[in-house]
């Protein structure tokens, strides 16, 4: 794996934009002003899927970059997995990061921190996040069923019930119901 640019032998890379990212952000009037000034690359995923079929695995590799939109730090699409038992298996390789752990069917979310050297079970039915609160690139593996695939529906039509935003230097999590959007921009 080359962490710096983000790549993996045999991968099809995918970089994702600030304009992939329209609804993600919960400051609507930040992420608008953002994009009128440019439109930078937020994360890519490189990924490997040698085989298909049962007992096979696919596996990725992502570079998030560190930034903000308005408070809101900068984070994946998000997504559920179209096979839904799926689970799946992230290992941190660089910088400091959250997953955040929605249950389909439940009202409990969880944010659990993803930095190198931690590993965090992603259970199935269960839609994740990957969110940089730090400094450097946020760097992961995700390992996971071959015919997990990726269901970014419902998560477009509601967004996850959480953000998680910098407040007086910290990162916190609010209910996005909570979280009254003040200072616009990408910083
Ligand atoms: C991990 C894996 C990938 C996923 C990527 C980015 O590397 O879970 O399968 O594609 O993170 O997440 P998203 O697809 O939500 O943008
Ligand atoms: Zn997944």
Do not use: C
């Amino acid at each position: 794996m080359d962490l710096e640019r983000g790549t993996l032998e045999n991968a099809t890379v995918t970089r994702r934009y600030l304009s992939d990212l329209r609804g993600a952000f919960a400051d609507e009037r930040a992420y608008a002003q953002a994009l009128a000034r440019d439109n930078p690359l937020i994360y890519t995923v490189a990924s490997v899927e040698p085989a298909t079929g049962e007992g096979q695995l696919h596996y990725a590799l992502a570079v998030l970059m560190p930034g903000k939109v308005g408070a809101e730090y900068f984070l994946t699409k998000g997504h559920l997995h179209a096979w839904r038992p799926a689970a799946e298996v992230y290992v941190g390789l660089r910088g400091q990061g959250f997953l955040l752990l929605e249950e389909e069917r439940g009202e409990t979310s969880r944010l659990v921190p993803l930095s190198a050297h931690g590993v965090v079970y992603v259970p199935g039915r269960t839609a994740h996040r990957t969110i940089n609160v730090g400094a450097e690139k946020l760097v992961y593996l995700g390992i996971y069923p071959a015919g997990a695939g990726h269901d970014y529906g419902a998560i477009a039509e509601r967004n996850f019930r959480q953000v998680v935003v910098e407040q007086a230097g910290r990162a916190v999590l609010l209910d996005r119901a909570a979280f009254r959007p003040s200072t616009p921009g990408v910083s």
